[in-house]
């Protein structure tokens, strides 16, 4: 049988990624962990940092 392939470094990113909205997830128990930016828009106190 052949050996697993290793995962590629995108692939190792993104599993990175999954696991760490998955501890987000249980940090923020409750809270809606979905939506967009785009839609929502910026704080109106917010400051772009020069």
């Given at each position: 049988m052949?050996?697993?392939?290793?995962?590629?470094?995108?692939?190792?990113?993104?599993?990175?990624?999954?696991?760490l909205r998955?501890?987000?997830?249980g940090?923020?128990?409750?809270?809606e962990?979905?939506?967009?930016?785009?839609?929502?828009?910026l704080?109106?106190?917010?400051?772009a940092?020069?």
């Amino acid at each position: 049988m052949p050996e697993p392939a290793t995962p590629t470094l995108p692939a190792r990113a993104i599993i990175r990624k999954v696991g760490l909205r998955q501890q987000l997830a249980g940090w923020l128990a409750g809270e809606e962990l979905h939506g967009t930016l785009w839609r929502a828009g910026l704080p109106k106190t917010f400051e772009a940092a020069l």
